[in-house]
Nanobody, 115 residues
Framework: QVQLVEAGGGWVQPGGSLGLSCAAS????????MAWWRQAPGKNRELVVI???????DYAHSVKGRFTISTEKAGNTLNLQMDSLKPEDTAVYYC?????????WGQGTQVTVSS
């Protein structure tokens, strides 16, 4: 079993910055992908950024150039730095880890961008 604990989030004005972190623990496999997803009210969950244990990273077009991920602890902590935030970035952000055929999810953390 894998546990994902998210931290960060909150409220920020447009143009501001926030950071999120996701720490994975439990039975961790070296081969994995970790990702951030988000879900705004009334919308489907969408992928924000995904990183494989092989080092490849892909960002959603809507966040490219504004959001940056980094890793710690042998890649088992995934940080998301969000800059130049826009109101449309408002959502619940979820951390995901995939090992084999199993997807694990964090509990979600709210990010609100408004003036």
């Amino acid at each position: 079993q894998v546990q994902l604990v998210e931290a960060g989030g909150g409220w920020v004005q447009p143009g501001g910055s926030l950071g999120l972190s996701c720490a994975a623990s439990g039975k961790l496999f070296s081969a994995n992908t970790m990702a951030w997803w988000r879900q705004a009210p009334g919308k489907n969950r969408e992928l924000v950024v995904i990183r494989s244990s092989f080092g490849t990273t892909d960002y959603a077009h809507s966040v490219k150039g504004r959001f940056t991920i980094s890793t710690e602890k042998a890649g088992n902590t995934l940080n998301l730095q969000m800059d130049s935030l826009k109101p449309e970035d408002t959502a619940v952000y979820y951390c995901q880890r995939v090992q084999g055929a199993i997807r694990y999810w964090g509990q979600g953390t709210q990010v609100t961008v408004s003036s």
